[in-house]
């Protein structure tokens, strides 16, 4: 049974930074593309970025880049989502996910991460 679970979400004020974690277990493969998606209230999960865990190939989405840092941990199918400089418009719901794939092609549709965790809660004030 494939499970993904995240840690390191909370309540920072603007500018202040939090490191997500996810560890998933019981992927079939032992290289995936894991990544972070997020939403808002109100608004459609959208892609904050993903990773190759066999090559550390990563992509983000252009907004994210700069500010978010994705990266893999040393127990495998480990990553994490250093989040600097936050901004209110961060709030929203962080969920890991993880794609069936050896690796990411940079795809954002939500259709293609078959195995989902519960999310992490980033709430950040003004």
């Known amino acids: 049974q494939v499970q993904l679970v995240e840690s390191g979400g909370g309540s920072v004020q603007a500018g202040g930074s939090l490191r997500l974690s996810c560890a998933a277990s019981g992927l079939t493969y032992s290289k995936n593309c894991l990544g972070w998606f997020r939403q808002a209230p109100g608004k459609e999960r959208e892609g904050v970025a993903q990773i190759s865990t066999g090559g550390g190939i990563d992509y983000y989405v252009e907004s994210m880049r700069g500010r978010f840092t994705i990266s893999q941990g040393n127990a495998k199918n480990t990553i994490f989502l250093q989040m600097n400089s936050l901004k209110p418009e961060d709030t929203a719901m962080y969920y890991c996910?993880?794609?069936?794939?050896?690796?990411?092609?940079?795809?954002?549709?939500?259709?293609?991460?078959?195995?989902w965790g519960q999310g992490t809660q980033v709430t950040v004030s003004s």
């Open positions: 996910a993880a794609r069936p794939s050896a690796f990411c092609v940079g795809s954002w549709y939500v259709a293609t991460f078959a195995y």
